[in-house]
């Protein structure tokens, strides 16, 4: 350490002057804490995928439940029923596709000569795409099949895994399906009474997103299959249930499902000519098109209400993180936050309040009040129940405020024209 100059006004040299930092145990303690948590929440990514492929079979298979309630069944057999339901629709679906998928597979291996054969025939014929037909011709599988063991060990494992995760998010599905009272007075026991109503609005929104995203996706992908089927069979190309099958899978990953669908089709259909090739291509196009344009809208309805921007860059973050299980979660999870930004009131410095945002607190406040009423002295678990009632109710009202409100917008504009 460097000597000071002397004081001037005394001529006596200046005392050294150490500057100390200090940080509080509790600081410390905070921060190995923060890092000792985020180890441990990257080693609990699988489980934690697993926690979240429940919850929104939960929100899928909730609606169902409450539907044979409705019916006057009890709840745990209303369960049973829907769970069982599923079970045998899956396990009915892969005993009458996956034989012949797995046939059709080997047969599109057995004709790769004559695809092969078509293929370069067809990139011959055009000067640009001449270059390729030699390098088509003469591609060697051996060095492709020199890993193909290790490969194929590890994807075995890789899809024992998933089976095993899927199984346990299925059954653990199930518990908290019936266990939803306890689960859910816990949590709002853990939330102020004064809250309760905006978390059950927040866990109905959240139950609308994740349902109507994954009985979307359900609809969309069968329909996708059933097209392509349809399609393939009337071109007369061969396999088509196994090209079909692929196609209805690859669809759940919006704007990248067809591209990844046409290779296969495509090329199949060379097989027959290059006129149901060129049908093929275009008809997929076609379909893609009235696809993101009117199905998706359709059956998403309002669900999602994300724009194709997000869509697109939540599905590349989602695919980056965590590959295609990240893309599948990608367009829930940046729909439900969203949600949570409206729902908690997160002022954004360039918002305004509207009066749509007034109307809604106002409606808060009296729910919040009316809340406060009914459930004086009674326990976090029967609260909760009161809570999910009255925003169900709610929420019933605004739907039928919105559909009236449609049907007088557009006799008003029958009435114009």
């Known amino acids: 350490m460097t000597e000071l100059p002397p004081d001037r006004s005394t001529g006596l040299p200046r005392k050294k002057r150490s500057v100390r930092i200090e940080i509080a145990p509790n600081s410390l303690y905070l921060i190995v804490a923060l890092v000792a948590g985020l180890a441990l929440l990257t080693q609990m990514v699988p489980v934690i995928l697993v926690l979240v492929v429940a919850l929104m079979l939960v929100g899928t298979l909730n609606p169902a ?7 006057k069944l009890k709840r745990a057999p209303a369960i049973f029923a829907v769970f069982f ?8 679906l892969l005993v009458f596709t996956v034989p012949a998928i797995v046939e059709q597979v080997a047969s599109l291996v057995r004709q790769e000569p004559q695809l092969r054969a078509r293929l370069v025939a067809l990139l011959s014929s055009y000067p640009l795409t001449s ?3 030699s390098t088509v011709h003469t591609l060697q599988y051996s060095a492709m099949f020199k890993s193909f063991g290790t490969q194929a060990l590890v994807m075995s494992r890789d899809l024992l895994e998933i089976v095993a995760y899927g199984a ?3 059954f653990l599905a199930l518990y908290i399906m019936i266990d939803r009272d306890r689960l859910r007075g816990a949590l709002f026991a853990a939330v102020p009474r004064g809250q309760h109503i905006k978390l059950s609005r927040i866990l109905l929104r959240l139950e609308v997103i994740v349902g109507g995203y994954v009985r979307g996706q359900i609809v969309t992908c069968a329909l996708m299959g059933g097209f392509l089927f349809a399609l393939l069979t009337a071109t007369g190309v061969p396999n088509a249930l196994a090209i079909a099958a692929f196609g209805g899978l690859a669809d759940v990953l919006p704007f990248v499902g ?4 046409m290779i296969p089709a495509v090329l199949a259909a060379l097989a027959v000519s290059s006129v149901a090739a060129t049908i093929v291509l275009v008809l997929l196009l076609c379909y893609e098109e009235f696809e993101s344009r009117v199905l998706v809208p359709l059956v998403y309805g309002r669900a999602l209400r994300l724009p194709s921007s997000i869509v697109l860059f939540a599905l590349i973050a989602g695919g980056s993180l965590y590959g295609i299980a990240g893309a599948l979660l990608a367009l829930p999870v940046a729909a439900a936050l969203l949600m949570l930004v409206e729902e908690l009131k997160m002022d954004l410095p360039g918002e305004v309040a509207q009066a749509a945002d007034r109307s809604i607190e106002r409606s808060d406040t009296v729910g919040e009040a009316e809340y406060l009423r009914r459930t004086d002295g009674m326990g976090a678990e029967q609260a909760a129940g009161v809570a999910a009632a009255m925003t169900t109710a709610r929420a019933l009202r605004e739907k039928d405020d919105e559909i009236a409100a449609e049907k007088l917008a557009a006799a008003t504009g029958a009435a114009h024209d």
Request: charge should be negative; avoid cysteine; aromatic fraction near 8%.
């Open 65 to 71: 439940v409450e539907a044979l309630e409705q019916r």
């Open 85 to 92: 339901a599923v079970l045998v629709g899956v396990g009915a």
């Open 131 to 133: 270059p390729l037909a």
């Open 168 to 170: 346990g998010a299925f």
């Open 258 to 261: 067809i591209f990844l669908t």
